[in-house]
């Protein structure tokens, strides 16, 4: 077939006059499909319903350390529930420490310790002229959020097939003090699926910062989240904590990881790891903050999912789930917009999105005409700071939400809007 850049004005006029047939036909059928946000379908979510009556009135409320579930205490976490998570961070539960629900809140928390009260004796962020941070695109939005909430200076940075542009990271963080840290999700990206290599984990590690006060926000939000129960299958990350072991920046990160996707988003526990320096200075800010979070949700957790075997056969499940999601949205993409020339997209082993590049300047226009047609996708611009896409081309698809045949449907939806939008393009050229 000829692709669209190569059809003269009248074939593609004529495409316009049968993807516009097509079009409104979706519209006439007053479709509301959702493709906006990374949420776990309710198949994946009953799953995890028996966890909810894993605590029965006749349990022992208290843990191994006889510390009482129902009362006040246990600032870091329960001593099981440190064992669990560090076994999601590949850290010692010495280093972690195990909070409420949303890794989200961990971050935007430890943002703001670093804006109040600076770290490790440097100056308080509050107090400089400047703060910048490195942000890869595309990105997680709910990250470039909680930084713009702040007033610091999001800088792009683009990302490559191992990871964020190291050349253009390196030179950022050793010209620039302001310049105070990175966002990072390693594993499975959001929205790409990336998977950091060895090579830039290293670098991140070792590489020279002009700030003493650098700080790798290291978002490991997918690092149980494969598509597939096959080892051979399935990504493997580096440990950041290692890397700057070996580096002799000990202080340079902090491990973030949560159960949100595992057992029930808004139910489940979340947790931090970092150098044993970085973990009792946030336990001294915390002291202040709270005397200790949910511990019958924690105990849940650990009885409910007990190790790193027992997570992962429970994430075997959710992949048996969302496996055929994403080999949909691959194969809708390969037969509905291969030959036409218009479009990119990511071919992820794991997480919860699929990163597509329209034809530049048609993102925002592909978005609406989907929201006319009864499909809400994540906005255009989403996955860059400030929601500004210098090439209005990025589109995040999240495949997991709806039930297969709904996924169809949108899919079919999103395919006629990408080459709607690249037609009317190439014709206003």
């Given at each position: ?49 028996p966890m ?11 843990a ?25 961070l590949?850290d ?17 928390d ?84 990336v ?13 020279k910062?002009?700030?003493e ?18 080892p ?58 709270t ?12 009885l ?21 999601k ?11 917009l ?14 919860y ?10 993102a ?26 210098p ?15 709904e996924?169809?449907?949108?899919l ?18």
């Amino acid at each position: 077939m000829t692709t669209y850049a190569q059809m003269t004005t009248e074939e593609l006029q004529s495409e316009l006059a049968s993807l516009q047939d097509a079009y409104n036909g979706f519209k006439a059928k007053g479709l509301s499909l959702n493709m906006a946000r990374g949420k776990p379908a309710s198949s994946q979510l009953d799953l995890s319903m028996p966890m909810l009556d894993i605590m029965t009135s006749t349990s022992d409320p208290h843990a191994a350390d006889g510390s009482d579930l129902r009362n006040y205490g246990v600032l870091d976490g329960l001593p099981e529930a440190k064992e669990l998570m560090a076994s999601m961070l590949e850290d010692d539960p010495a280093n972690v420490i195990v909070f409420g629900n949303s890794s989200l809140n961990i971050m935007y928390d430890t943002i703001a310790r670093l804006w109040m009260f600076g770290t490790q004796g440097s100056t308080p962020w509050c107090k400089l002229d400047s703060v910048k941070f490195i942000c890869p695109v595309p990105g997680y939005d709910r990250h470039f959020g909680v930084t713009q909430e702040f007033g610091i200076e999001m800088i792009p940075v683009p990302m490559n097939e191992d990871g964020p542009d190291m050349d253009a990271v390196e030179k950022l963080a050793a010209e620039d003090a302001a310049v105070k840290g990175i966002w990072c999700v390693p594993k499975y990206s959001n929205p790409g699926g990336v998977t950091y290599s060895d090579e830039v984990v290293r670098r991140l590690a070792s590489m020279k910062t002009a700030a003493e006060d650098f700080r790798i926000m290291w978002d490991n939000a997918y690092t149980v989240h494969h598509l597939s129960a096959d080892p051979a299958q399935q990504d493997q990350l580096l440990d950041i904590a290692k890397a700057c072991a070996e580096a002799g920046t000990t202080e340079r990160y902090y491990k973030f990881a949560s159960t949100s996707k595992v057992t029930l988003p808004g139910a489940g526990i979340a947790a931090m790891a970092a150098s044993p320096a970085n973990i009792a200075e946030v336990k001294k800010r915390m002291g202040v903050q709270t005397i200790g979070h949910d511990k019958i949700n924690q105990m849940r957790h650990v009885l409910f999912l007990k190790d790193a075997q027992g997570i992962a056969e429970h994430m075997a499940k959710h992949a048996a789930i969302i496996a055929p999601k994403f080999e949909l949205v691959l194969s809708k993409l390969e037969s509905g917009l291969a030959e036409c020339g218009v479009g990119t997209w990511t071919k992820p082993r794991g997480g919860y999105f699929v990163s597509f590049d329209a034809a530049e300047g048609t993102a925002k226009r592909v978005v609406a005409l989907a929201k006319e047609a009864g499909v809400t996708m994540t906005g255009a611009g989403a996955t860059w700071p400030y929601k500004n896409d210098p090439q209005d081309s990025n589109i995040r698809i999240a495949p997991t939400l709806p039930p297969l045949e709904e996924l169809d449907q949108a899919l079919d939806v999103f395919v006629v809007c990408v080459k709607l939008a690249a037609v009317e393009k190439l014709l206003a050229a």
